[in-house]
Nanobody, 125 residues
């Protein structure tokens, strides 16, 4: 399996930016569709973004498109989530996820096989 470790979370004021990183190890990184999810207290885990195995395709939750950008560097075995114009409602634990299936299949099922432990993002007004 692949191991995933998120980093880059923290406290930021409304309107600020953060870049989350997810470092993968254990298998060939380019074999995995990668995604980001988030979960706020008392709420269900929510899909944020996904990127295809080669990085050529991305998809986002409709409400987040335009503010968040997912990218990957296969040479560094790392996927990123650039978060701009942050709002208090963005506060959550953000999870990195991986799956060997193509992005179209993964997005349809919203199911990823492997998960990181999460990194906390808190946006203060």
């Amino acid at each position: 399996q692949v191991q995933l470790v998120e980093s880059g979370g923290g406290l930021v004021q409304t309107g600020g930016s953060l870049r989350l990183s997810c470092a993968a190890s254990g298998r060939t990184f380019s074999s995995y569709t990668m995604g980001w999810f988030r979960q706020a207290p008392g709420k269900e885990r929510e899909f944020v973004a996904a990127i295809s195995r080669g990085g050529g395709s991305t998809t986002y939750a409709d409400s987040l498109k335009g503010r968040f950008t997912i990218s990957r560097d296969n040479a560094k075995d790392t996927v990123y989530l650039q978060m701009n114009s942050l709002k208090p409602e963005d506060s959550a634990v953000y999870y990195c996820a991986a799956d060997q299936r193509p992005i179209k299949v993964v997005v349809t099922t919203i199911a990823f096989a492997y998960w990181g432990q999460g990194t906390q993002v808190t946006v203060s007004s």
